[in-house]
């Protein structure tokens, strides 16, 4: 048996098909939304705490309540440092590292957490089935990064699951909808949870799902709904208490509970009564539904880029749509919805609720993979181009983004300089065309026989997964010398890197790629120049004083241009050495057949 996983920022879910429809096994309180909460208890004895009696802790022991840690998964402690403000558990770390939860004398990554949290689903799910589970697939946003879905996946493994599948969240939402029993379509699905925001365009057709594109923001949910909510209000408690309910760490946990509170009423309810007490201090005010919808507005506003891009991206128009599909609690805001119809220009889906349906997908992933369910892919995307650095920081792309998975790809490179014994392979992650403005995945050496520039036939290969999990070969094709990687979990992607990565690709295309010609020619000049010298060395008794004086004075002219960085001046100097030793390579040609033949009969 296969469960199928929801692991979400703010509720997580566990299911299976059974008898061909969908079962979401149900926590002690009642209900399939498990809360995505931990609590350390301050007895070291005492195991921690998962679900709503967590949740009940957080005014209590607001240090001690690790929340939202989906989204940390990944991320380094430069890349959250802002959250600190808004969040009052104690999270900390180098630059260089992920993130660590300090609760006490302890300290857990986000992978930890998320491992109680799979934990606790796999027992619920044990407990109904009366049978021990040990396979499970796993939903994550479209948009995380190699580095996020190892994360994932370890995290599962700490929890005692063999993840059978890491399947992307909108994939999923189209599985719930039975959308794979269309003939023909294009489906959108805009999927915003509590912690990160999804867009992916996809085509089905005869149940093939075919990714065409996908965006996002890995920052960007219902909690910054909260906090917008909380930056509204807090203003006027200070001016009508004199209290900064942001001050401490148990009156904030219990503000933006307040906050979370009033969201949910107002999807709701056009106006409300927003209502906080904490110790002596009692505020109420008229909150109308207009306030929340200005409050989140800026917010909101961020996923419209994404949805743009996706349309560009998938080359569809939003009349071209059949289906807009509405994943993710924070989708239950009107406004959302109002935003939503605005972009696509029709009416969108949600006759599934939206904290469910991407469970449900799972579940039915799992089915498949159980071999339960017939005829019926998936195919999915990956989300960034995958390269490696070539000489002057260039990237050879070799598995571009939105190409359908699982892939593998190859490509054949050689040395740069004579005599070298390695190759530096540094893998990279981008749409940009040199390796600076690239997220660096992973580097390696592979040792090589010391041969003259050029000889060395190097072939590198990507394969990518169908978790959209990087593993790369690099081999010396003369020796047989091979060396590998697999991308593991790192402290991740900025959220800069993350959210403008694919949008800076665009807006620099132009300087990029002039910057990338200059340095291939460049390349190719200096590369020219040492052929030539070393050719000199070998052969200059066979120029005349003439020929040897132009060749030397076209070298001169190479390096004269070189700093220059006019391109097109490099090329013209390149073109006139090369007309100037034209008769000098025909010449030494010919006096190595003659060396080698002399002797020899034919």
Partial sequence: MIVGIDLGTTNSLIGIIEKGRPRLFQTSEGTSLLPSVVYFPGDPAQSPVVGTPAVEMKVSFPERVIYSAKRFIGRGISDVKDWQKLLPYDFSGSSEQMVRFTVGDKSYTPMEIGALVLKHLKTLAEQELGTEVKKAVITVPAYFNDAQRQATKFAGELAGLEVARIVNEPTAACLAYGLDKKTEGVVAV??????????????????????????????????????????????????????DPMQSASSKASFLSACEKAKRELSDQTEIVFSWNHDAIVFEHRLTRGDFDEAIYPFLKRALLPCVQCLEDSKVSTSTITDVILVGGSTRVPRVRAFVKEIFGREPICTLNPDEVVAIGAAVQAN??????????????????????????????????????????????????????????????????????????????????????????????????????????????????????????????????????????????????????????????????????????????????????????????????????EREEIKKACERLSQATEKFAQDLLNHAVKEALSNREI
Avoid at 198 to 222: C, K, P, Q
Avoid at 456 to 485: C, H
């Fill in 190 to 243: 805009f999927d915003l949870g509590g912690g990160t925001f999804d867009i992916s365009i996809l085509r089905v057709s005869g149940g093939v799902f075919e990714v065409l594109a996908t965006n996002g923001d890995t920052a960007l949910g219902g909690d910054d709904f909260d906090h917008a909510l909380a930056s509204h209000l807090a203003p006027l408690i200070h001016q009508a208490t004199g209290f």
């Fill in 368 to 565: 498949i993979l159980s071999g339960h369910t017939q005829g019926m892919l998936l195919l999915d995307v990956i989300p960034l181009s995958l390269g490696i650095k070539t000489m002057g920081g260039v990237v050879s792309k070799i598995i571009h983004r939105n190409s359908t998975l699982p892939i593998s790809a190859t490509e054949h490179y050689s040395t740069y300089l004579d005599g070298q014994v390695a190759v530096d392979i540094h893998v990279l992650q981008g749409e940009r065309e040199l390796s600076k403005d690239n997220r660096s995945l992973a580097r390696f050496q592979l040792k090589i026989p010391p041969l003259p520039a050029g000889v060395p036939k190097i072939e590198v290969e990507f394969i990518v997964d169908a978790n959209g999990i990087l593993s790369i070969r690099a081999m010396e094709l003369r020796t047989g010398q091979t060396a590998s990687v697999t991308v593991n979990p790192s402290y991740g992607l900025t959220d800069t890197e993350v959210e403008s990565m694919l949008m800076a690709s665009f807006e620099n295309a132009e300087t990029d790629f002039n910057q990338r010609f200059l340095i291939e020619a460049q390349m190719e000049a200096e590369s020219l120049v040492r052929a030539t010298q070393k050719s000199l060395l070998q052969g200059s008794h066979l120029l005349d004083p003439d020929q040897k004086a132009e060749i030397e004075s076209a070298i001169r002219r190479i390096e004269k241009v070189l700093p220059t960085q």
